[in-house]
């Protein structure tokens, strides 16, 4: 069992940054490769990116790949997404979580989800 919980979500000017927090309890934590997804209202639960747990190898979808960082400090069981020149239209409620196997690319390949931090961020 993993419990994840995330935090730093909140409201942002366009342009601001956030970074987001993502807590996990457990000793597996530094075996796990942690993603990053968000879902915006009405629409589909999509990948923001990942971290691997052996090397930190980072992979980014195209939306925010230069804008945002995913990061892991293994010592505090902590994975974080740093965000910047936040635009409207990254609003939506963000989610940490762990992988189990098959296509990270996948919420189907995650089996241990945080709560979600709603981020928003005002034109």
């Known amino acids: 069992q993993v419990q994840l919980v995330e935090s730093g979500g909140g409201l942002v000017q366009a342009g601001g940054s956030l970074r987001l927090s993502c807590a996990a309890a457990?000793?597996?934590?530094?075996?796990?490769?942690m993603g990053w997804f968000r879902q915006a209202p009405g629409k589909e639960r999509e990948l923001v990116g990942y971290?691997?747990?052996?090397?930190?190898?980072?992979y980014y979808s195209d939306a925010v790949k230069g804008l945002f960082t995913i990061s892991r400090e293994n010592a505090k069981n902590t994975v974080y997404l740093q965000m910047n020149r936040l635009v409207p239209e990254d609003t939506a409620v963000y989610y940490c979580?762990?992988?189990?196997?098959?296509?990270?690319?996948?919420?189907?390949?995650?089996?241990?989800w945080g709560q979600g931090a709603q981020v928003t961020v005002s034109s």
């Open positions: 979580a762990a992988y189990r196997g098959g296509s990270a690319l996948t919420f189907h390949s995650y089996n241990y």
């Open positions: 457990g000793s597996t934590f530094r075996t796990l490769t």
């Open positions: 971290i691997t747990w052996r090397d930190s190898v980072t």
